[in-house]
DNA sequence: GTCTATAGATAGATAGAC
DNA sequence: GTCTATCTATCTATAGAC
């Protein structure tokens, strides 16, 4: 095949003992080519990695990646997904654990929380596709589209109940505030050093930023 | 050549009427093969875009490219150093055109304005950098490490200044503070489109929060 | 389930005509 | 300064042995 912008592979194989479209996560081989995909594609992007460094990365031949895996675009198909797929989750679990009687900006202060720990100690998958989204072809990104929506969604709501309860100012528009925070948080796979800081320090600094601002008004 | 982690290419063929390493931006044609391949770069990616597909864009074939640059790796870095080149002169030129008795918090809300403005209306050459920048083989990103250490340095002076003068909160990690606003600036590249509001209006809108912050603490 | 071997396509780059 | 033609390397993916 080659260029990447070429047609899609079509074929749809059916192999024995394989469930297709579904992350086997218990077959061993397979979650081992994902996790060295997902670091490979994070660092040197997916046009740039080739099958044969995924295959030596995961200690088997390039050809016998395709014992798991139909084509290079599935792979990364999936990765997209699970990379999603663990912030969501992370940051749903973290709220449902809150209660109900929580204050909204509080929430909000949790939602951070839990998409920087997602983004930055689960594996590369999240920060794969980060990296890379933005310039995979269309078919590519409309396939990862509908649970990459559902997160956003779930940030929107988040923020316009914060904004209503009057946590978050009113002149704010929430469009704008979910992109600068997602955008803000993001950007840390770019530069944040576990050895220099823990998450936890990092996430504070951004939650103050984030609601009380640099500035001092002559406070301080 | 194919894969980009190969040895970089060594010659340095002199031909008639060129000069090396030097941004020709008069010549015509070599303009237009920067302009269209920033273009592709920042939208498929480095890796991803063929010579082909940058001939076919500037309008010619993919072998008369080469006429103008030694190899691709020349031509991505020399559109990295433009990149960073035009967001630091746009800041400089702003800060410059203020004078000296302005207050440290316009200052950086200047630089604020000079980076998005940069970022979001020169051109892909910006946005081609920070896409590709992070995945690119690290000996192109050293040949574009000192054009970035500038800009940085110019940033981390600035914050310094203003925490100094009492306009920045004290107990915020200047590296941090820097990462976070480019951070987020950078992040607009992702998407920002310019047929929904003005970059005037984004600048505010981040000014704001990144002073005042989104929390309300009972005001409003 | 992994291997070896290889098919077929396409990449970056070069040579020489014009 | 651009074209055509092509070299060589490498890519994704497949086939069949084990």
Known sequence: MGAMDKKVNEKSKTRPGRVRRTSNLENESRRKILDVASKLFRDKGYAATTL????DA?????GSVYYHFDSKEDMISEILDLGITYVHD???RRIEEMGKDASMRSYVETAVEGHLYGL????DFVSANIRNY???PLELRERNRPIRQAYVT???KLLKRAQDAGDIRSDMDIKVLRLFIIGSLNWTVEWHDAEK???DDLASQ???VLFEGVGTNGKK
Chains 1, 2 share one sequence.
């Open 206 to 208: 951004i939650k103050m």
């Open 154 to 156: 779930c940030w929107d």
């Open 90 to 92: 992370e940051v749903k």
């Open 134 to 136: 933005g310039q995979l």
């Open 120 to 123: 930055l100690s689960h594996g």
């Open 197 to 199: 800081g823990t998450i």
């Open 52 to 55: 044969r460094q995924i295959g």
């Open 58 to 62: 995961a200690g088997m031949q390039a």
